[in-house]
């Protein structure tokens, strides 16, 4: 089991930068791929990055690509997301998740909500026009 612990959120301007970390508790961080999911009020939970178990493998979202950037320190137990180029359309309450059946390779596991079986508890990220 792990617990997961959201932090960096905030408010920005538009064209702004945050970095966003997910520090999880356990001695086994390098067993789960982890996730940054974002939900934003009224709309469903949707994807932004993963991250697979070894960090060899990546993905995002179409929307992000190119501005968000996953990374995670399996030594210090924490997964981070770089946010550059805000747009107001990123502000969201922004999750983490893990989960540890994952393949490496395996892009539908990683985008999907559902698939994952722990998550933290959101940051809230505000981006002003």
């Known amino acids: 089991q792990v617990q997961l612990v959201e932090s960096g959120g905030g408010l920005v301007q538009a064209g702004g930068s945050l970095r966003l970390s997910c520090a999880a508790s356990?001695?086994?961080?390098?067993?789960?791929?982890m996730g940054w999911f974002r939900q934003a009020p009224g709309k469903e939970r949707e994807f932004v990055a993963a991250?697979?178990?070894?960090?060899?493998?990546?993905y995002y979202a179409d929307s992000v690509k190119g501005r968000f950037t996953i990374s995670r320190d399996n030594a210090k137990n924490t997964v981070n997301l770089q946010i550059n180029s805000l747009k107001p359309e990123d502000t969201a309450v922004y999750y983490c998740?893990?989960?540890?059946?994952?393949?490496?390779?395996?892009?539908?596991?990683?985008?999907?909500?559902?698939?994952?079986?722990?998550w933290g508890q959101g940051t809230q990220v505000t981006v002003s026009p």
């Open positions: 998740a893990a989960d540890r059946s994952f393949p490496e390779y395996g892009g539908s596991y990683y985008r999907s909500p559902g698939s994952y079986a722990y």
């Open positions: 356990g001695r086994t961080f390098s067993g789960y791929a």
């Open positions: 991250v697979s178990r070894s960090a060899a493998v990546t």
